[in-house]
């Protein structure tokens, strides 16, 4: 059963941190680039970061390049977004995605909400 779960969202204040993660399922995590995206109210979803199944190559969207990190635990079937300074474009619902590096792969998350408030 393909099953990708995300967890760690919630409220921070601005230029706080949070750490997502994206529990997979092995059978998806298992040779499969994973990335994250979000989704603001009104907007379509955008890439955040993604991360080739060996781990060695990442991108990133320019909006959160050096405050964002994407990382893969291959041991856990898991990967990380630790998100650093977070400002008032950071707030969306996250979306873990298996299967894409250039673009989304077929499988989703049901995402996790991160919201920045003072």
């Known amino acids: 059963q393909v099953q990708l779960v995300e967890s760690g969202g919630g409220l921070v204040q601005p230029g706080g941190s949070l750490r997502l993660s994206c529990a997979a399922s092995r059978s998806i995590f298992s040779g499969n680039s994973m990335g994250w995206y979000r989704q603001a109210p009104g907007k379509r979803r955008e890439l955040v970061a993604t991360i080739t199944a060996s781990g060695y190559n990442t991108r990133y969207a320019d909006s959160v390049k050096g405050r964002f990190t994407i990382s893969s635990d291959n041991a856990k079937n898991t990967v990380y977004l630790q998100m650093n300074s977070l400002n008032s474009v950071d707030p969306a619902v996250y979306y873990c995605?298996?299967?894409?590096?250039?673009?989304?792969?077929?499988?989703w998350g049901q995402g996790t909400q991160v919201t920045v408030s003072s």
């Open positions: 995605n298996a299967g894409g590096f250039y673009s989304p792969g077929d499988y």
